[in-house]
């Protein structure tokens, strides 16, 4: 059974960095693509950034390509997305995914994840 447990989050200024961690059981890294996704108020839940299944690729979305990092670590089953120069417009909750069938070309659709964790507010006042 996959599990997803997202921590980090909180309320931070205008400029300011945060670091997201999901730790992980039931997903093994070299078979399962890992994402961050990320929804605001009233807003569609987005892609952030992700690995694929093999671990091979590695992409972002254009509005975070620069400032954020994801990053993993296959010994402790964690993934991290580091945030720097945040802005309010990064305001949201943000979820870690995991999937083993989503194939590299659809790594930013949220119906391609079966497995989601409950959520961490990031909160960015400006």
């Known amino acids: 059974q996959v599990q997803l447990v997202e921590s980090g989050g909180g309320l931070v200024q205008a400029g300011d960095s945060l670091t997201l961690s999901c730790a992980t059981s039931?997903?093994?890294?070299?078979?399962?693509?890992l994402a961050w996704f990320r929804q605001a108020p009233g807003k569609e839940r987005e892609y952030v950034a992700g690995?694929?299944?093999?671990?091979?690729?590695?992409n972002y979305a254009n509005s975070v390509k620069g400032r954020f990092t994801i990053s993993k670590d296959s010994a402790k089953n964690m993934v991290f997305l580091q945030m720097d120069n945040l802005q309010p417009e990064d305001t949201a909750v943000y979820y870690c995914?995991?999937?083993?069938?989503?194939?590299?070309?659809?790594?930013?659709?949220?119906?391609?994840?079966?497995?989601w964790g409950q959520g961490t507010q990031v909160t960015v006042s400006s």
């Open positions: 690995f694929s299944r093999t671990g091979g690729y590695r």
């Open positions: 995914a995991a999937s083993a069938s989503v194939i590299s070309s659809s790594l930013a659709r949220a119906d391609a994840y079966a497995n």
């Open positions: 039931g997903v093994s890294f070299s078979r399962f693509a």
